[in-house]
């Protein structure tokens, strides 16, 4: 019989990856938010990721999907509305996606659902894929997956103090360090320094 499983986790945090890893072990359905599981047998598996990284992998998304629309430009991105108010600039919550990334991660972590970091995820797969309810039977297949590299992004300034940022391919999971300026750290701490401390994010 095949097991299903429901790969769940806030925007840029993993969800592809971990969804195209556990297709090899069954049926996977990936969602973003609580209210997306109804109706959904199926075994959920909780990704997350340090903020930091998630406002990162966002920007980047946002100046793909975004970037040269009128009204919609790099400098209308924001790293507080990005992670406090999900997607206020440019996605305008569709959906009706209610909660920022504290409020979705403190959700998570209330549960009961097995749950992976995606920096471990990065460092050691298969510790962290043998921490979950899989059969391992194409452990070796899941581990060999590499997820497509993205498309090539221009240098930029973000407008609240970002530094500049060389051309990456993809954010790896601590690049946030050579973007984050004292404005964006100082701002993070106040809005979920507690919660990255309990996941030992700092």
């Known amino acids: 019989m095949t097991r299903q499983f429901v790969v769940i986790g806030f925007p840029r945090s993993g969800t592809n990856w971990l969804h195209r890893m556990l297709s090899y072990e069954g049926e996977v359905v990936k969602v973003h938010w609580e209210y997306q599981l109804e109706g959904i047998n199926a075994q959920p598996i909780y990704i997350y990721r340090d903020p930091r990284g998630v ?57 009961d659902f097995p749950q992976v970091c995606y920096e471990s995820l990065f460092d050691n797969q298969v510790g962290e894929l043998q921490r979950l309810p899989i059969s391992y039977q194409h452990l070796d297949e899941i ?34 360090v ?20 309990e996941l030992r994010y700092q």
């Not at 990005?82 to 979705?104: A, I, M, Y």
């Not at 090539?152 to 790896?172: C, D, F, I, K």
């Not at 984050?180 to 507690?194: I, K, P, Q, R």
Request: proline residues 5%; charged residues 25%; aromatic residues 18%.
């Open 143 to 176: 581990v060999a997956y590499e997820p497509p590299a993205g498309r090539l992004r221009e240098n930029y300034v973000h407008r609240v103090g970002w530094q500049n940022g060389a051309h990456v391919v993809r954010p790896s999971p601590w690049e946030w």
């Open 178 to 197: 050579d973007h984050f300026g004292v404005d964006e750290h100082n701002w993070m701490l106040d809005y979920c320094g507690d919660l990255m401390k």
């Open 55 to 111: 406002a990162l992998s966002g920007y980047f998304y946002y100046l793909r999907a975004f970037g040269g629309k009128k009204g919609r430009t790099v400098e209308n991105f924001s790293l507080m509305d990005f992670l406090n108010l999900c997607f206020k600039n440019g996605f305008g919550g569709r959906d009706g996606w209610p909660q920022g990334w504290k409020e979705h991660t403190e959700w998570a972590l209330s549960t």
